[in-house]
């Protein structure tokens, strides 16, 4: 059974459209977040989730909102796509803490934005 | 800020060589994660080496950390073609202990 799991893998927009990324972990963990990796692989936090609790937002454009409806999910709408969000985002689960604990990573979503 | 960085940025070797990666950084920190990326897959978690552990082996994997010269290094030994990847270091930095990766070193491993 996949642990962490994304939807969609690939996702190709015209700028301006709204869209969302959905991730969901049967791991049973606590905190989950949001990482972009872009063209060089560089690999940024944006958000963090701890028990549906936004516990870290870095600075990223508002347009981007991260729901939790439960601490099995976390979901990333992006409003107003422009051609700089394109890359690949990365769900990801850890039972602890931020930064003490394991991450466990979903497949990833390769955006384009076109 | 980046807090990690890896050396070499790409590394290729035969198969059965040794590869060596090094990773520094810059604060204190209380642990350092290495992770591994193949090819438009997730990272996957390999070791975590806490501060006050100075080495620690998962199978073909070493890693070792030097908290004095704030760096560490990830020995895979005896390696194969499948373990052609990218190699990241991470660890924890500023007060929300947010995990901080570097940029990768790329391993190519050729049969």
């Known amino acids: 059974d996949t642990a962490v799991s994304q939807t969609p893998k690939y996702l190709v927009t015209q700028m301006g459209n709204d869209k969302s990324i959905k991730c969901e972990q049967n791991l049973g963990h606590d905190t989950m977040y949001w990482y972009k990796q872009d063209s060089k692989k560089f690999l940024k936090i944006m958000f963090s989730?701890?028990?549906?609790?936004?516990?870290i937002n870095e600075t990223v454009p508002n347009r981007f909102s991260p729901k939790s409806p439960d601490k099995a999910h976390l979901n990333l709408h992006i409003n107003s796509l422009e051609l700089g969000d394109s890359a690949v985002y990365f769900c990801?689960?850890?039972?602890?803490?931020?930064?003490?604990?394991?991450?466990?990573f979903g497949p990833g979503t390769r955006l384009t934005v076109l | 800020s980046q807090q990690g960085e890896e050396d070499p940025q790409a590394l290729s070797i035969q198969e059965g060589e040794n590869a060596t990666m090094n990773c520094s950084y810059k604060t204190s920190i209380n642990n350092l994660q290495w992770y591994r990326q193949n090819s438009g897959r997730g990272l996957v978690h390999l070791i975590l080496i806490r501060s006050n552990e100075r080495e620690k082996h998962s199978g073909r994997l070493r890693v070792t950390l030097d908290t004095s010269k704030k760096s560490s290094s990830l020995l895979i030994t005896a390696s194969r073609a499948a373990d052609t990847a990218s190699y990241f270091c991470a660890t924890p930095q500023g007060g929300s202990e947010k995990l901080v990766f570097g940029k990768g070193t790329k391993l190519t491993v050729n049969p």
């Open positions: 989730y701890n028990n549906k609790e936004l516990i």
């Open positions: 990801a689960s850890s039972q602890g803490l931020v930064g003490t604990d394991t991450q466990y």
